[in-house]
């Protein structure tokens, strides 16, 4: 049992094993404001919509072991989450799932405002996703506002995290994973300005966001600040909800993205699956992902496996490289009510752990690990093997590692004409890449129940279960 979070001097979150909940040190204060609010029934609705955290006090022995452990003050609240299951962080998100955690940030403090209280915080570190949809999980930044001020002290950084990442990527090409790496509080205004050229200055949202607030900035100095109110509560939360609803059409004007090409598209094409060796392959996949449990598709491209397993019923995690693609897989899952998380990543450089002393986020293969039944590595391995020059027991390695019984991978042969493409002429690198070869590493790990030959015999599909070693 750890502590993962500092950043809130109200407390902090202690996560121990996968099995376990989430439990959160807070002072009683907090604890106290929180619980009422959630007793309430516009907080009932929340939680029970999936909007926010379902929270309640820890029990009394959880309570002793987790205050013990963090050599807490015995007068701290201990509070229980529900686990979100695998967590993922901003830079590993698509742009629509940037915008969704946007809209959710907004509809919380628009609700929030009604009753009194606001957010003090206003960042996608706040937010995980169950599937497609996201849930807000940092409980401790609901605090009570002063009824008669009219500024959203978060805009800032509202601003930073969620609309300026999005318009980086529409105007600039700058992927929303790409926005966020080492980049925790997204982009300040005056890096923006300067990121961008007048005919985005002047579009209506930057105009204001952007252009209006730099040429004002050497106005705004610290010292002249005071905090503002007005004379009654109403008018500041005229004033607040206006803010909100502004920010929300900025929200819902952000391009999905989707006008653009990806690297995947007509990949099925591209790569020479006739609709025969699809439908076989599509069939073999389906009866192998029968009763799956939890599923890990890496290298998911167009997603079309991702929902055939979620369709199934299983809870799937959707691992694609390209974000325009992985975005594609969001929106479908997200429109469909498919339980498919997107992660947008490189496998071959995949999610390191980062933060403070690297204990804040972790790294993701470390949060992938134990966690799935079955992994999918379809259509995969030669772009490991060919363009990121991975050894082939290492990936085998890895495959065994992340998944708890079930692996379906296909194997494609040097004969094969994307593989040739991949090849570049460097034969004499992979003059090892036979099927036997690919067999017999497979087998030390694995035992393949079923085969089947695509494509003439160009590429075969493998349905395998890991052997349990003593």
Same mark, same amino acid.
């Given at each position: 049992?750890?502590?993962?979070?500092?950043?809130?001097?109200?407390?902090?979150?202690?996560?121990?094993?996968?099995?376990?909940?989430?439990?959160?040190?807070?002072?009683?204060?907090?604890?106290?404001?929180?619980?009422?609010?959630?007793?309430?029934?516009?907080?009932?609705?929340?939680?029970?919509?999936?909007?926010?955290?379902?929270?309640?006090?820890?029990?009394?022995?959880?309570?002793?072991?987790?205050l013990d452990r963090t050599h807490s003050p015995q007068g701290a609240v201990v509070l229980e989450h529900e686990r979100v299951w695998l967590p993922t962080y901003p830079s590993e998100w698509t742009r629509g799932m940037l915008r969704e955690a946007g809209l959710l940030t907004l509809r919380l403090a628009e609700t929030l405002l009604s009753q009194g209280h606001g957010l003090k915080d206003a960042t996608p570190w706040n937010i995980l996703f169950r599937g497609a949809k996201p849930v807000f999980v940092d409980a401790l930044s609901v605090e009570e506002r002063d009824p008669c001020d009219p500024l959203w002290r978060p805009l800032a950084q509202f601003l930073s995290t969620f609309a300026y990442p999005l318009w980086l990527d529409e105007w600039k090409g700058v992927a929303v994973h790409e926005a966020f790496n080492g980049r925790r509080e997204g982009w300040r205004t005056e890096e923006m300005y300067a990121r961008i050229g007048w005919r985005d200055r002047l579009r209506p949202g930057a105009f204001s966001w952007i252009t209006m607030a730099e040429w004002m900035r050497d106005e705004a100095k610290e010292e002249t600040y005071r905090p503002s109110a007005v004379?009654?509560?109403?008018?500041?939360?005229?004033?607040?909800?206006?803010?909100?609803?502004?920010?929300?059409?900025?929200?819902?004007?952000?391009?999905?993205?989707?006008?653009?090409? !990806?690297? $995947?598209?007509?990949?099925?094409?591209?790569?020479?699956? /006739? %609709?025969? @060796?699809? +439908?076989?392959?599509? &069939?073999?996949?389906?009866?192998?992902?029968?009763?799956?449990?939890?599923?890990?598709?890496?290298?998911?491209?167009?997603?079309e496996y991702s929902r055939l397993a979620a369709e199934q019923g299983?809870?799937?995690?959707?691992?694609?490289?390209?974000?325009?693609?992985?975005?594609?897989?969001?929106?479908?899952?997200?429109?469909?009510?498919?339980?498919?998380?997107?992660?947008?990543?490189?496998?071959?450089?995949?999610?390191?752990? !980062?933060? $403070?002393?690297?204990?804040?986020?972790?790294?993701?293969? /470390? %949060?992938? @690990?134990? +966690?799935?039944?079955? &992994?999918?590595?379809?259509?995969?391995?030669?772009?490991?093997?060919?363009?990121?020059?991975?050894?082939?027991?290492?990936?085998?390695?890895?495959?065994?590692?992340?998944?708890?019984?079930?692996?379906?991978?296909?194997?494609?042969?040097?004969?094969?004409?994307?593989?040739?493409?991949?090849?570049?002429?460097?034969?004499?690198?992979?003059?090892?890449?036979?099927?036997?070869?690919?067999?017999?590493?497979?087998?030390?790990?694995?035992?393949i129940r079923r085969q089947q030959p695509i494509l003439d015999g160009r590429r075969h599909l493998y349905w395998c279960e890991k052997r349990i070693h003593p």
């Open positions: 049992m750890a502590q993962v979070s500092f950043r809130d001097p109200e407390g902090f979150v202690v996560a121990g094993s996968a099995a376990r909940p989430i439990f959160r040190v807070s002072k009683p204060e907090a604890a106290q404001r929180l619980l009422t609010l959630l007793d309430t029934p516009m907080g009932k609705q929340m939680v029970d919509g999936g909007d926010f955290v379902r929270t309640a006090l820890a029990s009394p022995a959880e309570r002793r072991a987790v004379r009654d509560s109403e008018t500041a939360r005229f004033i607040l909800g206006r803010l909100f609803r502004r920010l929300r059409r900025t929200m819902e004007a952000a391009s999905d993205g989707l006008e653009r090409g !990806t690297s $995947w598209s007509g990949y099925q094409v591209f790569c020479h699956y /006739d %609709r025969e @060796a699809r +439908e076989a392959k599509r &069939v073999f996949v389906a009866e192998a992902m029968k009763g799956s449990g939890d599923v890990l598709d890496l290298g998911a491209n167009d997603g299983a809870r799937v995690v959707a691992v694609e490289g390209d974000p325009q693609a992985a975005n594609e897989i969001w929106r479908h899952a997200h429109r469909a009510g498919l339980n498919i998380l997107p992660v947008v990543m490189n496998l071959a450089q995949p999610t390191p752990p !980062t933060g $403070w002393r690297n204990r804040e986020q972790t790294a993701f293969f /470390d %949060r992938a @690990a134990g +966690e799935f039944d079955t &992994v999918l590595m379809l259509a995969l391995l030669h772009h490991l093997t060919l363009t990121e020059r991975v050894p082939l027991c290492w990936i085998l390695d890895l495959a065994a590692d992340l998944t708890r019984r079930t692996l379906i991978i296909e194997y494609v042969s040097p004969e094969d004409p994307f593989y040739r493409r991949l090849l570049r002429g460097r034969d004499h690198l992979h003059t090892g890449d036979t099927r036997e070869a690919f067999e017999a590493e497979l087998g030390r790990r694995f035992q």
